[in-house]
């Protein structure tokens, strides 16, 4: 899996790069990087040079350099803590093992590009507790099964596969496909059914309709 560095700063990033919003994914001309507003800090994801070893792009100085190609900062950034991030890409065959249930991380996890995870994990709740009602109301247990044929497809196609073009754009360097990916936003942004099309996808409610066809 894609390694990153966290590294965490209460440094007002919204006071001086206008326009950021509280979860901004951004290219800069060599490399890409997240910031993730938190109520009391900024939460930076840093992709590192692949050229270096983890041990060398968490090292304070390099924290300090790749912040500052953020942001400029006169002053030395103040890092409240940094980490690994490891990015991964994996989902269970099963949603049940015997009366054991898998919902959310226990089940799939994939890249948070796009904010698909905990939403996803949400949407595998609901779909469980509507089954477990069909038990309570006297439905046989293997009525648990659907659960896992409901959402494992969805999960597979609508987050993981979603999650990871979201992440690939993310690590686009080639600023030819920059350009042509965001002129492909702009079109989708500016034609109302395209842009209808965008949203019923990206707020997964496309992933719920799917679901409900699934016997
Ligand atoms: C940097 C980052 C950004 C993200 N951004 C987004 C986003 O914008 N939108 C989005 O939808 N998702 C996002 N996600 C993904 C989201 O955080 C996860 O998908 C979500 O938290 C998963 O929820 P969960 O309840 O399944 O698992 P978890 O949140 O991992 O909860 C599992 C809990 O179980 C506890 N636990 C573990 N073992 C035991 C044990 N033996 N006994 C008792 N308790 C135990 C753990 O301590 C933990 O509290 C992001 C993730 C990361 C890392």
Redesign the pocket.
């Known amino acids: 899996p894609e390694t990153t560095v966290?590294a965490s700063t209460e440094f007002p990033f919204e006071q001086h790069i206008e326009g950021l919003s509280n979860?901004s994914y951004c290219w800069s001309p060599n490399g890409n990087f997240a910031l993730?507003r938190l109520p009391d800090f900024w939460?930076c994801?840093l992709y590192y040079d692949p050229s270096l070893t983890f041990e060398q792009a968490i090292e304070p100085d390099h924290i300090q350099l790749q912040l500052n190609e953020i942001f400029d900062n006169p002053d030395p950034y103040e890092i409240i803590d940094s980490r690994p991030?490891q990015v991964h890409q994996r989902i269970v065959d099963d949603f049940r093992v015997g009366r054991v249930l898998l919902?959310?991380?226990?089940a799939h996890?994939c890249s948070?590009s796009g904010?698909?995870?905990?939403?996803?994990?949400i949407h595998d709740a609901f779909n469980l507790v509507e089954n477990l009602v069909g038990i309570w109301q006297g439905a046989d247990l293997a009525l648990l099964d659907r659960y896992t044929r409901q959402r494992r497809p969805v999960v597979q196609s609508a987050i993981l596969q979603q999650a990871d073009q979201n992440r690939q754009r993310m690590t686009q360097k080639d600023p030819e496909a920059r350009a042509s990916s965001l002129q492909r936003m702009r079109e989708i942004a500016s034609t109302p059914e395209l842009a209808r099309e965008y949203l019923l996808k990206s707020s997964m409610i496309y992933g719920l309709r799917r679901a409900a066809t699934i016997a």
């Open positions: 966290l979860v993730l939460r994801s991030y919902v959310g991380d226990a996890v948070p904010g698909m995870g905990l939403n996803g994990g």
